[in-house]
T-cell receptor
Framework: AQSVTQLDSHVSVSEGTPVLLRCNYS??????LFWYVQHPNKGLQLLLK??????LVKGINGFEAEFKKSETSFHLTKPSAHMSDAAEYFC??????????FGTGTRLKVLA | EADIYQTPRYLVIGTGKKITLECSQT?????MYWYQQDPGMELHLIHY???????EKGDLSSESTVSRIRTEHFPLTLESARPSHTSQYLC?????????????FGDGTRLSIL
């Protein structure tokens, strides 16, 4: 069975400081993992994906994530937060079926 | 920039009305999905389709129905709307190919049933 746990429902950072959004997953098979961002009244936009190639994945807008199989984690990071990064972030796992399992989301707040 | 379009973006309507939420994509993707999302919550799959004339119910029970007569079009219908149907509905499609492909999402329809 697959599952995703986003460890923080809310994260607040100051502009210009690093961002860390945590995601742990559980999967019976070799999974693919995704991070999406959702701005208010918008759909989800793909930030990055892991599909069993390099364990450090670079995405759009300066985000990156590292796949750690031993820790079953796929945390999202960014070196320097920008005001425009304030949004909801979803970690998603898929093991090759129609099922994309979504985490409950992390709301990122960026303080000026 | 989305290549998947949902209309209407917002809909406020009375109980008992028939509603159709439209979803179209221009990418030629075979796989399409409908999700329901309540505020501050994760997405729940209510329908999916692997191609024309192929539709399946998702994990979240829903009184809605879908059709897939054309590759690019995947409308969702509620025959008789109820206040419990108030939610945001997101349509998505996924890229073709082997393995586990990312999904592309529309901007959603926010539905309010009075």
């Amino acid at each position: 069975a697959q599952s995703v746990t986003q460890l923080d429902s809310h994260v607040s950072v100051s502009e210009g400081t690093p961002v860390l959004l945590r995601c742990n997953y559980s999967s019976s098979y070799s999974p693919s993992l995704f991070w999406y961002v959702q701005h208010p009244n918008k759909g989800l936009q793909l930030l990055l994906k892991y599909t069993s190639a390099a364990t450090l994945v670079k995405g759009i807008n300066g985000f990156e994530a590292e796949f750690k199989k031993s820790e079953t984690s796929f945390h999202l990071t960014k070196p320097s937060a920008h005001m425009s990064d304030a949004a909801e972030y979803f970690c998603v796992v898929n093991s090759g079926t129609y099922k994309y399992i979504f985490g409950t989301g992390t709301r990122l707040k960026v303080l000026a | 920039e989305a290549d998947i379009y949902q209309t209407p973006r917002y809909l406020v309507i009375g109980t008992g009305k028939k509603i159709t939420l439209e979803c179209s994509q221009t990418m030629g993707h075979d796989k399409m999905y409908w999700y329901q999302q309540d505020p501050g919550m994760e997405l729940h799959l209510i329908h999916y389709s692997y191609g024309v004339n192929s539709t399946e119910k998702g994990d979240l029970s829903s009184e809605s129905t879908v059709s897939r007569i054309r590759t690019e079009h995947f409308p969702l219908t509620l025959e008789s709307a109820r206040p419990s149907h108030t939610s945001q509905y997101l349509c998505a499609s996924s890229e073709p190919g082997q393995g586990y492909q990312p999904q592309h999402f529309g901007d959603g329809t926010r539905l309010s049933i009075l």
